[in-house]
């Protein structure tokens, strides 16, 4: 059950955490991937974001986290216009947010540990707050045991489950998930989703973009779909 904070956060007229106005992306080439979008998601929100490959769902979480800027349009979160912030002031604003990546961008000469504890160190986190942080987070997606392991010696699906351990270990209020169960099998999938759902429940706002409709069946959460560079409502 969700906190009565966040129930109150969701009534109209709550300021929402992540809003899009009028946002479009059109690259060198002229592909315009993003046309005249607008979103609002509010705190607590899970929102899943699908379309086929290739339709610009990439581009939307990079917009989200200031990796890419809009062609026109605003882009803002907790307040903060992400659109027109750099350098120090866009990475303090990424310090409340998670990125999950398909491709686990994970350091291959580092352990597991090292890892998930690199984002608290270049935080510039104490050593103490990183180990009191380290091992329960680990412990969340089942994978404490492997804290001495590196990336090579994990499977698809555990590689996942650390780059998830890496996007919560500072308790984001936002995690966004870019095709997380791209590379798994379902079992795996279910396994993601079930961990995405249970941040969700601890009151993260969740942003998940994928192709996969077998996942999004697995949830009876929010639906939109990018078409030709427009959002749709599939299910809300």
């Excluded at 216009?81 to 000469?109: C, T, W």
């Excluded at 994990?154 to 998930?177: C, D, F, K, M, Y």
Aim: with cysteine; charged share 20%; net charge positive.
């Amino acid at each position: 059950m969700r906190s009565p904070e966040l129930i109150l956060s969701r009534q109209q007229g709550s300021e929402p955490l992540i809003s899009l106005h009028h946002v479009g992306k059109t690259y060198p080439n002229s592909c315009s991937c993003l046309v005249d979008l607008d979103l609002q998601v509010h705190q607590g929100d899970f929102l899943f974001i699908t379309g086929a490959s290739g339709a610009g769902k990439s581009t939307l979480l990079k917009l989200l986290y200031g990796a890419e800027v809009p062609s026109y349009g605003e882009v803002f979160f907790a307040g903060q216009p992400v659109h027109k912030l750099k350098g120090d002031r866009l990475a303090r604003l990424r310090r409340s947010m998670g990125i999950v990546f398909q491709d686990y961008k994970l350091i291959e000469n580092r352990t597991i540990g090292e890892n998930v504890a690199f984002v608290l160190w270049a935080q510039g986190y104490p050593p103490a707050e990183i180990q009191r942080r380290l091992r329960p987070t680990l412990n969340l997606v089942g994978l404490e045991h492997k804290i001495h392991s590196f990336p090579r010696q994990l499977s698809g699906g555990e590689q996942q489950r650390v780059s998830l351990a890496r996007a919560i270990i500072n308790t984001p209020s936002l995690i966004l998930a870019d095709e997380p169960t791209g590379n798994l099998d379902p079992e795996n999938s279910r396994l993601i989703l079930q961990l995405l759902q249970q941040m969700n429940d601890l009151g993260a706002t969740v942003v998940v973009t994928t192709h996969d409709q077998s996942l999004v069946k697995m949830s009876q959460q929010p639906v939109m779909e990018l078409y030709r560079g427009k959002l749709f409502w599939v299910r809300k």
